[in-house]
């Protein structure tokens, strides 16, 4: 683990003591009961704190380990300069990438409750 990974998470878990220690002050009553919607937008300010400074301040994995996951798992989303990699290793043909979707479709719409399939 490198300095600069165990500074983040080090001050993550040093928010995340923070968080809890405020959710077990509204648990136990010393902070008042907030009403449902209040709670849920301060669970995720509270998340935001110690997601989004670990999430930009830790080294991304390397494009090898990135590449070995795509192939196997074929996400959606933000791909493309991983499926682009695995194109240009030949891991995957241009087809396989085009029909992604179509395949991620199907297998969603199987999963859906009361498809009946």
């Known amino acids: 683990m490198t300095q600069d990974l165990a500074l983040v ?11 809890v220690f405020i959710l ?11 009403p449902e919607y209040q709670q849920f ?3 995720a300010a509270l998340v935001g ?18 590449v070995q996951y795509y192939v196997m798992a ?7 300069p991983v499926r682009r990699e695995a194109l240009q290793r030949g891991l995957i043909t241009a087809g ?3 029909n992604r ?4 479709g199907a297998i969603a719409q199987k999963l ?3 498809s009946g399939r």
């Open 49 to 66: 704190v110690v997601y989004l400074p670990v999430t930009l301040l830790t080294k991304p994995d390397d494009m090898e380990h990135l």
């Open 101 to 104: 979707g179509v395949r991620n």
């Open 9 to 19: 998470t080090f001050a993550a878990l040093d928010w995340l003591w923070v968080i």
């Open 96 to 98: 396989e990438a085009a």
């Open 24 to 34: 077990v002050m509204i648990a136990c009553g010393v902070i008042p009961k907030l």
């Open 74 to 80: 074929r996400p959606l989303g933000w791909w493309g």
């Open 112 to 114: 859906e409750p009361g």
């Open 41 to 43: 937008w301060l669970l």
